[in-house]
């Protein structure tokens, strides 16, 4: 009897054991999630949840592996913010699956602002979730002149002749949804980000990136709604996304390398770009860029490189490979003659182009196959083409053939339509390289 009662005492001590290890862990396991909903966001669409997103940051920025949470079934109000480091800990997940909402207030934005929610120097943040970010775009697009082109601080809308705020109009400056600078070994997926003001996602100066699953989308005429815009960025991988909006479905400018594009949906919009490139007299480097196992359809080019005259620099080492295309109007373009101001100035100097790789460009154009226009002074080089097969919509009745100026590289195989502008490679001169 004795026995048998100590014997139930070491059991009852190992079960209460076991259920204060049990709890400790399931406190050291919510000590590491941070529900915006227990820093007191109402998360019902009117109440401006901005304070509240901030205070859940702060301390998930003290713990390494932190799950920052954006419950499902509300609408978050939240206006500009930067979550930010350097001095954050590592790997912090925000979880959205509610929705965030932007302020359509023009006191909010004051003058205007580049970027409505950013992450800022941090390693090891991801995005991720069902939820969606609504940029409510459509207030700061009735407002902007249809021919604002792509960041130029010089231009004049008809919109900034007026005095915007004092009129109740949101400022001239719109904002990207969502921001990445200066991070490393980024992750978003999952998610919807739609109605931009302006672009939809952009990473600049950040480290091994990896974008999956998410879905952007806006209105086809929608004033310079970028998808996705990569800038000073390296080793980026994006596949299994729908994208839809009012200008280049992914963007990629310079100081990018080491691009990895596959099995992504593109229309509307204006396709996968490369540029612009070399405005302003500049430099630009962009290298080692593939896209590949992609469609378009409905949109304004396909696979485009586009550089200002006057620039330097090079693009180099690039493939587009099975792309299919449907209703597009350029399929494949370079254009060193880029300027989308009612007219440019007739410079020399250009971005140099070399080594481009078109393989399986399949589908229907509504306008023109091929637009080659290279520099007089800087002339493509080293352009291959095979298995293009491009034939004219059913939607369409007058149509151009192929165009090239100054296009030197070959053909390895034969072409639908027949592609006879192409020069024999040379040499690929010295120029200004990165």
């Known amino acids: ?39 007191g966001a109402k998360g019902d669409g009117t109440t401006d949840d901005t304070k509240t997103f901030e205070a859940a940051w702060i301390e998930a920025c003290k713990v ?68 969606t970010i609504d940029g409510q775009g459509s207030v700061w697009w009735q407002n902007t002149h249809l021919e604002d082109p792509d960041d130029d601080p010089n231009y004049t809308t008809l919109f900034a002749l007026t005095s915007s705020t004092a009129k109740g109009k949101m400022p001239r400056t719109r904002p ?24 939809h996602l952009k990473f600049d100066s950040c480290v091994t990136i990896q974008v999956s699953g998410i879905t952007i989308s806006s209105p086809e005429d929608s004033p310079n709604t970028d998808g996705i815009h990569l800038q000073n960025s390296q080793n980026v991988v994006i596949h299994s996304s729908d994208l839809a909006c009012g200008d280049d479905c992914i963007s990629i400018q310079t100081g990018t390398s080491a691009v990895f594009i596959h099995d992504v949906k593109c229309g509307p919009g204006h396709g996968f770009s490369i540029g612009g490139l070399g405005n302003d007299n500049t430099k630009a480097c962009v290298s080692n860029i593939t896209v590949r196992d992609s469609t378009l359809h409905n949109t304004l080019t396909g696979v485009r490189i586009k550089t200002w005259q006057g620039g330097s620099g090079s693009v180099q080492g690039i493939m587009f490979s099975n792309i299919q295309v449907s209703d597009v109007e350029t399929p494949i373009i370079i254009d060193q003659f880029y300027c989308d101001k009612s007219k440019c100035k007739n410079q020399t100097s250009a971005v140099a182009i070399s080594g481009v790789s078109y393989q399986s460009i399949k589908g229907t154009y509504s306008y023109e196959p ?14 291959s083409l095979a298995d293009i097969q491009l034939k004219p919509s059913p939607k369409r009745e007058h149509f151009y053939g192929p165009y090239c100026w100054q296009t030197y590289g070959e053909l390895k195989t034969k072409t639908t339509p027949p592609i006879d502008c192409i020069q024999p490679d040379q040499d690929t001169p010295d120029y200004d390289s990165c």
């Open 1 to 39: 009897m004795l026995r048998f009662s100590v014997n139930l005492l070491k059991l009852v001590i190992l079960l209460f054991l076991l259920i204060c290890c049990l709890e400790s862990a399931i406190c050291n396991e919510n000590s590491s999630v941070f529900n915006v909903l227990d820093y």
């Open 64 to 131: 390494e592996g932190s799950t920052i949470v954006v419950p499902s079934d509300y609408d978050f109000l939240v206006g500009p913010i930067s979550f930010s480091g350097p001095h954050c800990e590592e790997n912090i997940v925000f979880l959205l699956d509610g929705r965030i909402i932007a302020p359509t207030n023009p006191k909010i934005w004051g003058s205007g602002l580049l970027q409505w929610l950013e992450f800022k120097k941090l390693n090891g943040i991801s995005v991720k979730g069902k939820g």
């Open 176 to 199: 990207t949804a969502l921001r990445f600078y200066g991070c490393s070994n980024v992750v978003v997926t999952g998610i919807t980000i739609q109605n931009s003001p302006k672009a």
């Open 370 to 383: 091929l637009h080659f226009a290279c520099s007089d002074s800087v002339p493509c080089t080293g352009v």
